[in-house]
Structures are given as structure tokens and as C-alpha cells.
């Protein structure tokens, strides 16, 4: 045999072989990512069950640039979110969408915080047309909390404009940067998105045709059906069904919402459950504004309904005279006022958002929800909300069972 053609057998049995290893199925899994100059390959099957995508900081630590070199620092008890092989190279994890590493070591794995869950939506604002250029050093923080410390500039797209704050994105989560730590900002404020929304207030859901058709004999008890075909309607038409903060956000000026942009409320607490079905069966967000006496915020617990406070125990008719219906907060004294709506707040995780009973108020009631706390209150109107509303009077559109959903349709476009 010629030994040319020797070497040729003997190449194709190496390449042979090394493809036979490269493809064994029990081969072990490599990381093969360098961070400066010749990476350690590191086997990561035994820390499988240790780390997922969403992690926890166990201690005050340091995070690296590619070349790992220290820039900065993120505190304990701090939320991370790794990259999608969330692998170690050179015992270190890479941040999901970000050139920083940390030490594996300085991590928890965490089966409760999760994208979906917690960071849903501010990914639904339209971004202004800002970008902010930080300082050489700048804070993340997470509401007013500290939580990362960069030590070199860096750019963001503006997603929450605030008096002394912006709303940025970093590592798929939500953070803000005081004004301070700006260095420049480029571009304009100018709105994006729609101009205004419809707040829709619903009451009773039910079955016409049980006990509960014959019960509820008002025209604010809609049929599920009914109720069912507009909830359908906005999800199949791409509507963001917005929470109260971003409500808040929204008509004080802060965020872009989307052009179909809706607000789904529900008043008071009686036939509920059919509702909450269809909310959940659409993944539709929607707000209850409950009577604090008349059940406990558990008995209504879904992940897609957020609930507020419709006053512990003032949705009673003709408490006061001259008046429409009378609730009691148009004209009770101020002390059983205030010990009302302190209740119903502590009830309801301190909320700070109300809704007024029968759409009843006045300039004193005003006056005692923002004594009580509360920095925004429902009311009724029959028109869409917008920047610059009374932030204590905000309109809704109250549906009921002879609504026509042409009629619907035209309130939420």
C-alpha cells in the first residue's frame, strides 16, 4: 500500500472517531465561552439541580465585565436573571441580555421569582424616544431601593419618565436611576401610543338561567355570555388589559400605553366566580374594588385580578340625605370616615387606589381620601380617561345587560 494512501485511511479513521465522541449521547456538557484569554472547561451536570434562569444574590457581591474585571456590585437578596444555559465558564454566570458575570457561588437558585409573574407589565409600555447616557458610576434601583452599583457608563432606552427618576430596562427586569446619576439624555418626550383609555366597570356576572337570574334582577347583572363575548372581543382584538399602577402611570404622565389600551373593573364582591373564569380563560387582567365587610380579599384570589378598596362599610343606601343612593362617605363625620378607610387600606395591603360607592362624592370626600391616603379614586363619567384627569375623579364607562356590543365596541376604541 502506497503511504500516501496510508495517511489518508488513517486521517479518516481519526475524523471517524472524533465524530463518534462528539456524538456519544452520555457526553458530558462543556462550556466552551472564553472570558479572558483560555477559559476552564467547566462540567455543569452536577450543578444542574442547584441553578435555574431566575436566581437569588446570597450576599453582598461583586459583578464582572468579559475580562473580569470588577465593575460594580449587587446586594443580597438581589433578583438576577441568567442566560438561557444559565452555564458556568470559569465558575462564573453570564446575566441574561448583559456582558456581566458573578460567581456562581454568590447565587440561590429560586423557584418563586420568575419573569412571567413579576416583570409582565412594564413590558407592554412603549419606550420614549430618551435615551439617558449615565455618569461613570451609577445605582439601580428597584422602587427606591438600591439594589446594583455599575462603575462604568452606560446608555438605556427611557420606559418610565419620572419627576426625579427613569424607568429602564436591565437584565429583563425594571429599574430606576435617580437624575442625579444622568450624565446627558438625547431625544424628545413627546407621546407615543394612545391618547386615552376606556375604563370599563362591571357588577354582577351571572347564569340568566339559575338562581341567581331570578336573585339578581338589577340591569347591572349581566349574563356570563354576554359578559364572555366583550372580554373575548379585547383579547382577540390585542388589547392590554392594564393594572391600576399602570393606570396611575398613564394619566399622571409617566409611561406609554399601547393604542388598544383597556381597564377592566368589577364593584363591590357579589357574583364574582363566573367572572374571575372568564378573566382567567382570556388571561385578561382585571380590578376588583371590594366592600371590605362583606368578604376577605382570599375568597377572590386569581392571578389575573388585583383588588382595591371600595370602603370597608360605606356601600349602604340612604345613609345620607339629599343625595342619590346615599353612601355613607358623602356625609358621615370625618373621624368614622377615616377609621372606614383605614380598615378597608389594611385589608387590602395598604392600597392606595379607590373606588367611590354608588359613584357618589364630594369635595370632602376628596379631601378625606387624600387625608386616608389614597392618590387616585374611580368614579362613573361614561368617557375615556386621560392625562390630566382629576386624579380623584376618574371617568368609567358602567356596563350592563343592555348594553349592545356595538356599543361596547365604540367604548373601547
Not at 461583586?62 to 436573571?81: A, E, L, R
Not at 364572555?228 to 399602570?246: C, G, H, R
Request: charge should be neutral; aromatic fraction near 12%; glycine fraction near 4%.
Amino acid at each position: 500500500m502506497k503511504k500516501g494512501l496510508k495517511i489518508i485511511i488513517v486521517l479518516l479513521i481519526i475524523v471517524i472517531i472524533s465524530l463518534l465522541l462528539f456524538f456519544l449521547p452520555n457526553r458530558k456538557k462543556e462550556v466552551k465561552e472564553k472570558v479572558k484569554g483560555t477559559s476552564k472547561i467547566v462540567d455543569t451536570s452536577k450543578y444542574k439541580n442547584n441553578y435555574n434562569t431566575y436566581m437569588i444574590v446570597n450576599k453582598d457581591t461583586n459583578i464582572y465585565d468579559k475580562k473580569k474585571n470588577k465593575i460594580g456590585f449587587i446586594k443580597k437578596d438581589s433578583k438576577v436573571i441568567l442566560d438561557d444555559n444559565y452555564e458556568i465558564v470559569d465558575k462564573f454566570f453570564k446575566l441574561d441580555n448583559e456582558e456581566y458575570y458573578i460567581d456562581y457561588k454568590d447565587l440561590d437558585k429560586s423557584d418563586i421569582f420568575t419573569y412571567d409573574n413579576e416583570y409582565k407589565t412594564y413590558k407592554n409600555y412603549i419606550p420614549y424616544n430618551l435615551i439617558i447616557t449615565t455618569k461613570d458610576s451609577y445605582k439601580l434601583m428597584i422602587d427606591d431601593i438600591e439594589s446594583i452599583t455599575i462603575n462604568t457608563k452606560n446608555s438605556y432606552k427611557v420606559i418610565i419618565k419620572d419627576s426625579d427618576r427613569y424607568g429602564i430596562e436591565y437584565n429583563k427586569q425594571l429599574y430606576y436611576i435617580a437624575k442625579s446619576d444622568i450624565e446627558s439624555l438625547d431625544g424628545d418626550s413627546t407621546r407615543i401610543g394612545t391618547e386615552s383609555l376606556a375604563v370599563l366597570n362591571y357588577h354582577y356576572t351571572i347564569d340568566k338561567n339559575s338562581s341567581e337570574g331570578r336573585e339578581c334582577r338589577q340591569n347591572i347583572c349581566m349574563d356570563q355570555t354576554q359578559v364572555e363575548e366583550e372580554i373575548k372581543y379585547l383579547k382577540d382584538n390585542d388589547f392590554y388589559a392594564v393594572t391600576m399602577e399602570d393606570l396611575y402611570l398613564f394619566l399622571t404622565d409617566k409611561i406609554n400605553l399601547p393604542e388598544k389600551s383597556v381597564a377592566i373593573t368589577i364593584d363591590d364582591g357579589w357574583y364574582l366566580a363566573r367572572m374571575i373564569s372568564i378573566l382567567e380563560k382570556y388571561q385578561m387582567q382585571g380590578t376588583l374594588y371590594l366592600i371590605g365587610s362583606l368578604a376577605s380579599p382570599s375568597d377572590y384570589k386569581s392571578d389575573y385580578l388585583e383588588i382595591h378598596s371600595h370602603s370597608w362599610d360605606m356601600h349602604t343606601l340612604g345613609v345620607c340625605k339629599g343625595y342619590n343612593r346615599g353612601g355613607g362617605l358623602v356625609c358621615l363625620d370625618e373621624k368614622t370616615v377615616l377609621e372606614d378607610l383605614k380598615k378597608s387600606r389594611e385589608s387590602l395591603n395598604n392600597t392606595e387606589v379607590f373606588c367611590y360607592p354608588f359613584f357618589e362624592y364630594n369635595d370632602r370626600a376628596i379631601s378625606l381620601l387624600k387625608k386616608a391616603g389614597f392618590k387616585m379614586a374611580l368614579a362613573g363619567g361614561s368617557r375615556k380617561a386621560k392625562p390630566g384627569d382629576n386624579m380623584y375623579i376618574i371617568p368609567r364607562y358602567e356596563l350592563s345587560n343592555s348594553t349592545t356590543m356595538n356599543q361596547f365596541i365604540n367604548m373601547v376604541n
